[in-house]
């Protein structure tokens, strides 16, 4: 069993891993380089996540100061009660134990992810994907100098090099104690994990998120909301499907300037009318495509977002205050936004310093799950002898 480290020991550790990620900067990118070059599947999307530049190392070293300069998120009081007796009794935040996370591709999940399970005191299980091995091995061997030059053991840190078989083993009967399972990735990643799994698992779903263009839209702010949506088309926050109020002003001319700037920036424009069955409407691209369709009332926008949508983010562009907050109270995803991007789904955009995952689950966390929601509870009842009646 490992005894939780003290908060300075966790801060520490975190800084001289950002300390390392800075020094070891050119040898991380040359040996992702050899797993990027090794890598023969036809993802784009998985090959854009596994990518490791300047500016992913950069964003590797603010994680792990970030971290480092946030509270302790163990050991908060949530609840006190004196009970009549004299026993007092709180309610604080603990750590679950031991976090396995399990994700595809992404290297900058090994220090992100795994920082913000290592400060909120768990131990990390870190399975990665095959495309991305030499990288999180390296990563993972940074953190270990971290650990050690703490005087912490590394097993706080641990990477398990299974194949699918070990994993799914290990999945159905884990060979030590595994208390929550993070699966970071695509939609047969999660499905496999909760097919197996045998304890919690927090289910960072699928995305397919849509922009509703409603009548009173400012339709300059459709546009450049609907554009940023596509800016990265390998993030869960991307926007794949559009819906536009049949009642639109200029709607004919809205769609032609929307569609000729998707063109433009090589985005396949899908006509909703070219698709006989409704499966397209379930399907997140994670690709250069989107799908555009109109719809005529704020309420049936409303009821096809929550058939058909992956329970991720969901925009609505209006003027109609009234109307957005019919919105936004009846769509039934993590996140909705009124006049913005739904890029901005992300535990650093919206003032979490960085995520674990981004939960379609409603427990026990919603959304991007940052530092302050990797926690349990526990009860802490101090007595002078007290017995119940």
């Known amino acids: 069993m490992n005894t939780l480290l003290s908060i300075q020991t966790r801060n520490n550790v975190l800084l001289t891993m950002a300390e390392l990620l800075e020094e070891h900067r050119a040898e991380l990118i040359t040996i992702n380089k050899t797993d990027c070059e090794a890598y023969k599947g036809d993802d784009i999307s998985m090959f854009d996540r596994l990518k490791v530049n300047d500016a992913k190392v950069d964003e590797m070293i603010a994680a792990a100061k970030h971290l480092a300069s946030q509270d302790d998120p163990v050991g ?34 090994t220090v992100e992810a795994a920082g913000i ?81 045998t304890c919690p698992v927090i289910i960072s779903g699928r995305g397919n998120n849509f922009v509703f263009v409603e009548k009173e839209a400012d339709t300059d702010i459709a546009i450049d909301v609907i554009l940023n949506g596509k800016s990265k088309i390998s993030a869960c926050n991307a926007v794949d499907k559009v819906l536009i109020d049949e009642n639109l002003p200029n709607r004919i001319d809205f769609v032609n300037e929307l569609m000729a700037k998707l063109k433009a920036l090589n985005i396949e424009v899908l006509k909703a009318k070219n698709f006989s069955s409704d499966e397209i409407w379930y399907k997140e691209f994670l690709d250069y495509k989107i799908l555009i369709g109109k719809i005529d009332s704020t309420e049936n926008a409303i009821a096809k977002i929550n058939k058909y949508s992956g329970g991720h983010s969901s925009s609505i562009i209006t003027k109609n205050e009234t109307k957005a907050k019919l919105f936004m109270e009846n769509v039934d995803t993590a996140a909705v936004y009124h006049n913005a991007s739904t890029r901005f789904t992300d535990g650093g955009q919206l003032g979490l310093g960085g995520e674990l995952a981004i939960s379609t689950d409603k427990l026990h966390q919603r959304g991007p799950i940052g530092l302050q929601h990797l926690v349990t509870n526990k009860w802490y009842i101090h007595g002078s002898g007290q017995i119940r009646s």
């Open 117 to 197: 399970a290592f400060k909120s005191g768990n131990k990390i299980l870190l399975k990665g994907g095959k495309e991305s091995l030499q990288s999180n091995l390296k990563i993972v061997e940074l953190w270990h100098q971290a650990l050690q030059h703490h005087n912490a053991s590394t097993d706080w840190v641990e990477y398990l090099q299974f194949n699918r078989t070990e994993t799914q083993a290990f999945l159905e009967k884990p060979t030590q104690k595994v208390d929550l399972i993070v699966p970071r990735g695509g939609e047969k990643l999660i499905a496999f994990v909760k097919q197996h799994a």
């Open 76 to 109: 908060v009081e949530r609840f006190s009660f004196k009970h009549e007796n004299g026993m007092q009794v709180y309610n604080k935040t603990a750590s679950f134990g031991t976090v396995f996370i399990i994700y595809e591709s992404r290297p900058d999940v």
